[in-house]
């Protein structure tokens, strides 16, 4: 919850002159924390050169499979069209992306076959029965005003290819609808206007994941919902598990600090790792100009 804040010189502004001591350990704080964002940038850049080449060797997804993966995976497809014979009209796949769908409950379960099938089974329940109306199901006249408000926008491409959808909190009044309309409003969003951004013509993670940016400039108490943001960590750790490529969290204030601990508590560290808290300038080192929102 580190704020940066612009200060006087104390040339005019009455402020205490500071010792030469005092001096030379602020640049040095200075100096540290320049060469800290100067190396996560150059890793940044340095990762966005070489993701063309990741792309087509990336373990876990296909074409990068070792002969053992192929055949858990081809276990685990036929026990997961056992259980499931719609597994396909479920998620709302062709045929030809359920070895693509199996892999994602495989790599979040790290290979472990019975705890991957048993995450699946739970999704699928889930989508069916949900709001006891089914994912599948949800219209958009049964959220529509929630729709209406823009807190979900869907901006371009990143620097490394992924779609870029900005949630604008500030936009979010806590209690100002149902939770079942926000829900619904949620899922149906996730389901009709992002997961079809996602990049299937790509191998590899970028063909699966998104980036995702929340600018928390604007945001204030009233925004704060706790509920809503729990049910949207639970679901993205749940039922669209490696759909994460990056969220960058812009310009977080201090009142965000219990919601995050909150969140973050509710996460695989895997996922917590990719989350970054970033100042508005840091957005140009992972979005192109024509990405980049302002509110």
Not at 17 to 43: P, Q, Y
């Amino acid at each position: 919850w580190y704020q940066r804040r612009v200060h006087g010189d104390g040339a005019n502004d009455g402020a205490p002159k500071l010792s030469r001591t005092s001096s030379l350990r602020t640049d040095s704080r200075r100096s540290l924390a320049l060469t800290s964002n100067k190396r996560r940038s150059e890793s940044f850049r340095t990762s966005s050169r070489t993701s063309v080449k990741a792309e087509t060797h990336s373990p876990g997804y296909l074409g990068s499979l070792t002969k053992e993966q192929e055949d858990v995976l081809r276990r685990f497809r036929q026990r997961s069209l056992r259980e499931c014979p719609h597994l396909a009209e479920c998620f709302r796949i062709p045929e030809s992306e359920i070895d693509r769908q199996c892999l994602r409950w495989l790599r979040m379960q790290k290979w472990n076959e019975q705890a991957a099938l048993e995450a699946l089974r739970k999704a699928v329940h889930w989508r069916d029965d949900f709001q006891g109306i089914g994912v599948n199901n949800i219209t958009e006249e049964m959220c529509k005003s929630e729709l209406s408000k823009g807190k979900m926008v869907f901006n371009g491409y990143s620097l490394t290819g992924l779609p870029v959808f900005w949630f604008l909190p500030h936009l979010h009044i806590r209690g100002q609808s149902p939770q079942k309309e926000v829900e619904l409003a949620a899922i149906y969003a996730l389901e009709r206007h992002i997961t079809p951004k996602l990049q299937k013509h790509l191998s590899g993670p970028r063909g699966e994941t998104m980036a995702f940016v929340a600018d928390l400039a604007k945001l204030s108490s009233r925004n704060l919902d706790k509920d809503g943001l729990k049910f949207l960590a639970e679901t993205f750790r749940d039922y669209y598990p490696e759909t994460l490529g990056v969220a960058l969290v812009v310009d977080s204030p201090w009142i965000f600090k219990s919601v995050w601990i909150m969140i973050k508590g509710l996460l695989d560290p895997v996922t917590v790792s990719k989350i970054q808290f970033i100042s508005r300038q840091e957005l140009s080192e992972y979005l192109p100009p024509e990405s980049i929102m302002t509110i």
